[in-house]
Structure formats: C-alpha cells, structure tokens
C-alpha cells in the first residue's frame, strides 16, 4: 500500500518554504478525520516522504506545519508516528536536563 504524505502549513513562512519545496504545484483542500470522528477541511502540499524527512530536521528552524497522511485509498488522518517521535525526543531532552540537575546538587 502506497502512503500519501500531506502537509499542512501553520504560518506563511513555512507555507512559502513548501511552495519552494513543490514548484509548479498548487496546495489543496482536502477532508481530513481527526480522532472522534471529526471531519476538518485543511490546505495541504502533497510531498514525498524524502522531502519531508527534510522538514523534521528543519523544524527547529522556525518550520511550523502539521502531518497527515493517507494510506492507499483510505481516509486522510493526522500521522501520529512523527508525533510520538517528536514527544519521545521531547521526553529524552527533559530527562537529560533533570540528571544534569541532580548531578549538580549531588556535589
């Protein structure tokens, strides 16, 4: 099964970095099934997964957008693998900032 990925800009900046990114294409409107069964129409740059493994490393850098993807001919939903990595990075860096922290009080 093929999966579709799609991308949803946030602010103007990452919506410019995503036309670059897809010249001669145009963004669409698309349904999409968030979790409760509510159906949102969102604009989205369709984009291969390269490209947007390309996005995750830049998001440090002011890249502000949000992932869906589709698999095959099913329905559009948010993707929660690159949330739950984001998270678990998130949950990594706490962690690290917390042992400094009791290292430092443990002297």
Known sequence: MKTRWLVE??????????????PGEEIQTVKVVLPGNITKE???????????????????????????????????????????KRLDQKRRTIFKAAARALKKIAK
């Open 9 to 22: 800009p946030k602010d103007s900046h990452t919506n410019e970095v995503l036309s670059r990114l897809r």
């Open 42 to 84: 969102v604009k989205v740059w369709q984009i291969s997964f390269a490209d947007l493994t390309v996005l995750e490393r830049s998001r440090t850098s002011g890249l502000n957008y949000r992932v869906y993807a589709q698999e095959g001919g099913g329905q559009i939903r948010p993707h929660l693998y690159l949330l739950k």
